[in-house]
């Protein structure tokens, strides 16, 4: 299991990312939009520090951190050029600029920009693993937002019916867009998985150790029992929901800042190994952005 | 002699048995009912393991069956009346006819959609439809409709073998039909000119070519049967000779033979099932016309449904519906001018 190090250096590298890009719109050199996955770092560093290589995943339209993270969980380690030139359209982006910031696709990973459609699919992921006998197992990921799509609740059942090996994890950031949870989410997030016979775990705590520990005990279960687990996942985003669209209570994101999940770990480092997080993140990212710039743009001429 | 029925339960059994990869998953599959129209009939029985039967999900349905198409099996996923295509639009349009192209085809999805559509039965509003028209055009999908001519089977096995994902149009009035034999019946003064492949198509022409033929007539599924008993009392009551374009794949679709057909009778009528507004005949006649010749010497006519709901009652379904009779009273109307 990842060190403290490499658990802090994976959510500044998520962080540098994501912070890069957004200033990156204002240059011209980035188009469309993007969701950027600041403030809920310690959620993709804690699940994919406990996953294994050949596990299945797929996620949302706020796919930045999780891709990252589940890059640096691989023997290789991340790659945030590939996903730099995807987001500048570059023809050397991990699906050649056809799919941009929601939807990509590096080995075992997935995303879509559809919310709630693509939990069916991971579901039948889960089944060919459970199938192929190959003891890997899905993961995918909800927010709060998806809760109110009909999808997620046709998967659960076949999830639990069926007994497949998946973790649906719910990134609770309060906010659907601009919809707070209070008008939107009927009841518990909890009830929605016992309803159909799933086990929940359930965090409020943006500290990746905790967060890590839930997401080991859920992935161990997962894999052991073959059976759905819900892990959910109370956080926070600081960053508008994608780029300018922001109307909450600054009041309440200065306070959410304070639970930040790189302050909350950053004291289990030494000054020197957080400096030395700081600039390999650095250096990773400026040469993943300066290669993926001088990269080119791809052309339909291949196709009818 | 066998029945279009047979013909896709039989190729369900061998593709099962051949391929470990087929799964079978739909809404009351299993035997003894084996599906609401028994094409899975026999199979839970032979392959317990691999036919799975589901909860009224339909989206759920090809959202699982495209999730494990993606990780290397070939599912077909049955949706028990073809109205239902509404439930899992987002699952094909979004989802699995997307993924092979939006992923720079480093991802495969061999996946099926069978389902029955089609009227006529008296199933009233919400079980009658022709909806594949939705589908057309959609990116990464192939849309295919069997008829009575070749062989249903092949063309599900075809569609089964295909890395791309399907949607299997099965007109429900077909499957109690028998299988055509070629220089039998109402086929025997005609030559049969395969096109396409693997999902054949076929242009039925007339073996003496120094007919003149009148009109052309384009067709898939079950209105290739009324096509054919229009075509034939047209001929035997009116000597107005019809060439029949039989598509099987029906998007994308293949444009030539029915070019070359028209180059010979400048007329052209498109049957379908579906309703007439921004139809298939309509895109048929739109591509024509940006690739025909002599478009302005030809003539054009679409018989279709009525743009309305399908109807239960017998005599209003009946109206609404396209019938041996509105074909032969357009094919009039066309070869008048």
């Given at each position: ?47 994919f520090?406990v ?27 991340s ?44 579901t ?30 046709e ?27 209070e ?101 990773a ?13 791809p ?6 | ?23 079978l ?71 699995a ?74 007109h ?7 299988l ?49 008993q ?63 010749n002599?478009?302005?010497r030809?003539h ?19 109206a609404?519906?396209?019938s ?14």
């Amino acid at each position: 299991m990842p060190d403290n190090y490499a658990l802090f250096r994976t959510m500044l590298l998520i962080r540098r990312f994501e912070e890069r890009l957004l200033a990156e719109f204002s240059t011209g050199k980035l188009v469309g939009t993007t969701h950027a996955y600041i403030g809920q770092e310690a959620n993709a560093a804690g699940i994919f520090s406990v996953t294994d290589p050949g596990d299945v995943v797929f996620s949302n339209h706020r796919c930045h951190g999780h891709f990252l993270a589940y890059g640096a969980s691989s023997p290789e380690g991340s790659d945030p050029y590939r996903l730099a030139a995807e987001l500048m359209g570059k023809a050397t982006g991990l699906v050649g600029g056809r799919g941009g910031s929601q939807h990509i696709h590096w080995r075992n990973f997935y995303s879509n920009g559809i919310q709630g459609g693509i939990l069916p699919v991971a579901t039948g992921m889960a089944l060919a693993e459970k199938v192929n006998k190959t003891g890997k197992i899905a993961l995918t990921f909800l927010g709060d937002g998806t809760l109110g799509e009909g999808a997620l609740y046709e998967s659960l059942n076949i999830a639990s019916l069926w007994r497949l090996p998946i973790l649906f994890v719910v990134e609770n950031n309060h906010y659907a867009q601009t919809t707070p949870i209070e008008l939107a989410v009927a009841g518990t997030i909890t009830g929605r998985f016992s309803a159909f016979g799933i086990t929940t775990l359930e965090r409020d705590s943006t500290d990746v150790l905790e967060v890590q520990a839930a997401a080991l005990e859920a992935v161990g279960s997962v894999r052991r029992n073959g059976r759905p687990v819900g892990l959910i996942l109370h956080t926070y985003r600081f960053s508008a929901h994608s780029k300018g669209d922001d109307v909450r209570d600054p009041a309440e994101i200065a306070r959410a800042r304070e639970k930040d999940p790189l302050l909350i770990h950053a004291p289990r480092l030494t000054d020197a190994e957080r400096a030395r997080a700081e600039s390999e993140v650095a250096a990773a990212i400026a040469d993943a952005f300066a290669r993926a710039e001088a990269d080119p743009l791809p052309n339909l001429k291949d196709e009818r | 002699m066998s029945t279009v029925l047979e013909s896709l339960n039989t190729s369900l059994h061998k593709a099962m048995h051949t391929d470990e990869r087929v799964y079978l998953l739909g809404e009351d599959i299993l035997d003894p009912y084996g599906g609401a129209f028994k094409v899975t009939r026999g199979l839970s029985t032979a392959f317990p393991e691999r036919v799975l039967t589901t909860p009224i999900s339909e989206a759920a349905i090809v959202g699982v069956a495209s999730g494990m198409a993606l990780r290397g099996l070939r599912p077909v996923a049955e949706i028990m009346f073809g109205d239902f295509v509404t439930l899992i639009a987002d699952q094909i349009v979004n989802h699995a006819a997307k993924f092979r192209w939006m992923y720079n085809d480093q991802v495969r999805v061999p996946l099926v959609v069978r389902t029955p559509m089609g009227g006529r039965r008296g199933y009233g509003p919400t079980h009658s439809q022709s909806l594949e028209k939705m589908f057309l055009g959609v990116p990464g999908l192939r849309v295919v409709a069997p008829n009575t001519l070749g062989d249903p089977g092949q063309l599900l096995e075809a569609a089964i073998a295909d890395d791309d994902p399907v949607l299997f149009v099965e007109h429900k009035l077909l499957y109690t039909r028998p299988l055509l034999e070629a220089d039998k019946g109402d086929l025997v003064d005609y030559e049969i000119q395969p096109f396409g492949a693997p999902f054949t198509s076929y242009v039925l022409r007339f073996t003496n070519h120094a007919v003149k033929s009148h009109l052309t007539l384009a067709c898939y599924g079950y209105n290739f049967e009324l096509a054919r008993q229009a075509a034939l009392e047209l001929l035997m009551e009116r000597e107005i000779f019809c060439e029949i374009v039989l598509f099987s794949q029906l998007s994308p679709f293949a444009l030539d033979p029915l070019l070359d057909s028209l180059a010979r009778t400048h007329r052209l009528l498109t049957v379908e099932e579906g309703g007439l507004t921004l139809g298939w005949g309509a895109e048929i006649l739109a591509r024509l016309a940006e690739r025909s010749n002599d478009f302005s010497r030809c003539h054009f006519h679409r018989v279709a449904a009525l743009d309305l709901p399908i109807a239960n009652s017998k005599p209003l379904e009946d109206a609404i519906l396209p019938s041996v009779e509105t074909i032969i009273h357009a094919a009039l109307e066309l070869c008048e001018v």
